[in-house]
């Protein structure tokens, strides 16, 4: 089992849509979450964290994290092609400064 | 702020050569991160350090790399020799720790390692 596990996707929407990525892991002591945004040919960006079970909202972005499930999930909502890109989770685990890194949901967001 | 900076962000040589990669983490970071990214394997850390001083390296493939830190802004990642098999993409990251705790890590733009 992965530590981090994403759906590869692609994930397509239609522009405007809701989009949901989602992300399980699979320590238990994990203690904050990172959203990351990497588009082809670039580095990856920081989107949102969370580190408290519920929901933290940014804009059209808001993450969800429910630690007793080993869950997090990004919320993207009026979708825009500007937002088709890849979408990696990352957790940082207890005791571990560095961040363990999913594969990466590829989202499409079609016009 | 100028961000992570690091240098080349293209590099390509020939089997046996010594590589450096460099990197300039934000002013006032105190962990510094190597990761390597190819579509194999993914995203993956390499080695990070904490106020200077290495703390993780497991994920060092073998001994032909290597890397430095000799003071708070600069590090280098050194493969020697290089093969094939060492094309990737290279990012630094850093963030800021305190009291055990991590906080978010902002990536370079990276360097594209190409090994013919």
């Known amino acids: 089992q992965k530590e981090v596990e994403q759906n590869s996707g692609p994930l397509s929407v239609p522009e405007g849509a809701i989009a949901s990525l989602n992300c399980t892991y699979s320590d238990r002591g994990s203690q904050s979450f990172f959203w990351y945004r990497q588009y082809s040919g670039k580095s990856p960006e920081l989107i949102m964290f969370i580190y408290s079970n519920g929901d933290k909202e940014d804009g059209r972005f808001t993450a969800q994290l429910n630690k007793a499930s080993q869950y997090v999930s990004l919320l993207i909502r009026d979708s825009q092609p500007s937002d088709s890109a890849t979408y990696l989770c990352a957790v940082n685990k207890a005791g571990r400064r560095a961040l363990t890194f999913g594969s990466g949901t590829r989202l499409q967001v079609q016009p | ?116």
Request: aromatic share 10%; proline share 7%.
């Open chain 2, 1 to 116: 702020d100028a961000g992570v900076i690091q240098s080349p962000r293209h590099e390509v040589t020939e089997m046996g050569q010594e590589v450096t990669l460099r990197c300039k983490p934000i002013s006032g970071h105190n962990s510094l991160f190597w990761y390597r990214q190819t579509m194999m394997r993914g995203l993956e850390l390499l080695i990070y350090f904490n106020n200077n001083v290495p703390i993780d390296d497991s994920g060092m493939p073998e001994d032909r790399f290597s890397a430095k830190m000799p003071n708070a802004s600069f590090s280098t990642l050194k493969i020697q020799p290089s093969e094939p098999r060492d094309s990737a993409v290279y990012f630094c990251a850093s963030s800021l720790t305190n009291r055990g705790l991590t906080y978010e890590q902002y990536f370079g733009p990276g360097t594209r390692l190409t090994v013919t």
